[in-house]
């Protein structure tokens, strides 16, 4: 379903820019077959007109036709302040294919580009490809990613670096910057336009309400709540969770400086651009919160239309509180299961978060200490879990480790049953900077294997796969700090 709605002002038909020799750097074959588009045994689509249409330099293959594609406008609060209108300044929407919209990023300037050149980098291209794909085999709500198709045109950022077009697929890219836009414009009709086509065709369940925008406005807040504690769950940091960023549908989008957690540290900061640390790891919960009120503020004129506006604050006010609600159960439920507790008992919490604090202490890698706690038996001693050895504070540690074997005992399952609930829920794989950094440096020199390898391994990203142990390793010491910018 396209977005579209009535007018000319919302979606400006905008045909993408040619880009020169465009070659594959990657696709992915879970992405193409989620669009039943049929790939040869070299993994490329088997019409070659593909690559010119996934470059954007046809709307045609040889049966399908994308006759219109657009660019839509939206605005929203970057960095906590209102920033006015931005758009798709260089994401077109090619058209519908089996549920999902197909939208290029970097196709070249759209009537919103204001002072970009509507094109995207090689370097973020290639992260933005192989996260969409690693966060959708980690089970997160995301925008998948189909393609990234190269160049050699030049495109100026801190250097001289190559475009490229990551090819983008979700259902719908609506996020709340478009809420926000008309109702900046104070502009009720298309509000209610975008609500009820949201409603159509996301969120049916919601016109069975005898207030079907309230319940929507609950529904995407739930949404966003949840995912928000899957982030937290598996370590990511999106990096810049301005509200034109946010997803209507409580998908991740719009990767750009994210990371993954190596070592832990609640306040980490991903994003090198992000000095104040406004989206820094801990406050991800807060600030996700915070565009949930951008969303109600935008949608009160839709809940004003039936009641007085003080009521109308007011229950706007009440469905907001929700969002801690949902978001702490979520949290509790992803970390219980994250430490193979499936019996809830009191003080459970408080034994994560005392975990969670040693962790931060010994600066402990997030990743590789979840799943190694898998491995923890019943009836162990303390000095055996090899794991106490990475805490520099072990004194501090062991009597946790202590609690937690105590703790165990009051589990039903046995250990063989509780690791296997503990593997599905502790990736031993993500997509760690340094490894994305390797396979960008070789892409760079026009050897695409290590995008490929990356995009198979994270694939699987809660399997064993002894041929690719070495790539659930922490970074080396001169690779963890990799400066991820805004610049993309
Ligand atoms: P982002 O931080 O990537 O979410 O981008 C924020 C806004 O800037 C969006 O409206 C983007 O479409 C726009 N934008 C980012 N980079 C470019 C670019 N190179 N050319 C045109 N617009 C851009
Ligand atoms: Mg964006």
């Known amino acids: 379903m396209p977005f579209t709605l ?38 490329l689509p088997v019409d070659p007109l593909w690559l010119d249409l996934l470059a954007g330099n046809t ?32 994401a077109i929407l090619l058209g519908d294919l089996h549920g999902q919209e197909l939208q290029l990023k970097g196709a070249g300037i759209t009537r919103f580009s204001r002072m970009g050149d509507g094109r995207a980098v090689l370097r973020s291209s290639i992260r933005e490809f192989l996260c969409s794909e690693a966060m959708h085999a980690l089970g997160i709500p995301t925008s998948r990613a189909l ?37 900046s414009l104070e502009n009720t009709v298309r509000l209610k336009e975008l609500a009820d086509l949201l409603i159509t065709h996301f969120y049916p369940e919601c016109s ?3 207030q079907p925008y309230l319940s929507l406005f609950k529904a995407i807040s739930k949404r966003n709540a949840k995912l928000v504690a899957q982030w937290q769950s598996v370590g990511f940091c999106h990096g810049v969770l301005n509200s034109d960023n946010i997803s209507a549908l409580g998908l991740t989008i719009d990767y750009g400086p994210f990371g993954f957690l190596d070592q832990f540290q609640i306040d980490h900061i991903c994003n090198h651009s992000d000095s104040g640390g406004r989206y820094a790891y801990h406050k991800q919960p807060q600030i996700m919160h915070w565009n949930m009120a951008c969303l109600a503020s935008a949608m009160l004129p839709l809940i004003e239309i039936n009641q007085t506006t003080e009521n109308a604050h ?26 193979g507790l499936e019996i809830e008992i009191d003080g459970d919490i408080e034994l994560i978060e005392r975990l ?12 590789n200490f979840f799943r ?12 055996d879990i090899d794991t106490r050895n990475d805490f520099i504070d072990r004194e501090g540690i062991d009597p946790w480790f202590g609690d937690y074997l105590t703790r165990l005992e009051q589990e039903t399952a046995d250990d063989v049953a509780r690791k296997m609930v503990m593997d599905s829920i502790n990736p031993k794989y993500i997509l760690r900077n340094y490894l994305a950094q390797v396979a960008i440096e070789k892409a760079q020199r026009d050897d695409f294997s290590e995008v490929a390898t990356l995009l198979k391994l994270l694939s699987n990203p809660y399997d064993e796969q002894p041929e690719f142990e070495a790539y659930s390793k922490p970074p080396p010491q001169d690779m963890r700090h990799i400066a991820v910018s805004c610049s993309s």
């Open 6 to 43: 009535s007018g000319d002002d919302t979606c400006q038909t905008t045909t993408p820019s040619r880009l020169h020799d465009p070659y594959w750097v990657a696709i992915s074959p879970n992405a193409a077959e989620l669009i039943q588009l049929p790939l040869g045994s070299d993994g």
């Open 59 to 90: 709307l045609k293959t040889s049966d399908i036709e994308f006759p219109n594609p657009i660019a839509t406008v939206y605005s929203g609060h970057q960095f906590g302040v209102w920033a006015g209108q931005l758009g798709d300044g260089r």
């Open 147 to 183: 393609s990234v198709v190269g160049s050699k045109e030049k495109v100026i950022r801190e250097s001289v670096e190559t475009a490229a077009v990551c090819a983008r697929l979700a259902p719908s890219f609506i996020r709340i910057g478009h809420f926000e836009h008309y109702a």
């Open 208 to 210: 069975q309400h005898d």
């Open 314 to 339: 007011e229950i706007l006010r009440s469905a907001l509180d929700e969002f801690p609600v949902t978001y702490a159960k979520e949290w509790q439920g992803l970390f219980r299961r994250k430490l």
């Open 356 to 367: 969670l604090q040693a962790m931060h202490d010994s600066q402990i890698d997030f990743t």
């Open 372 to 383: 190694s706690l898998g491995n923890v038996k019943k009836g162990m001693q303390v000095a």
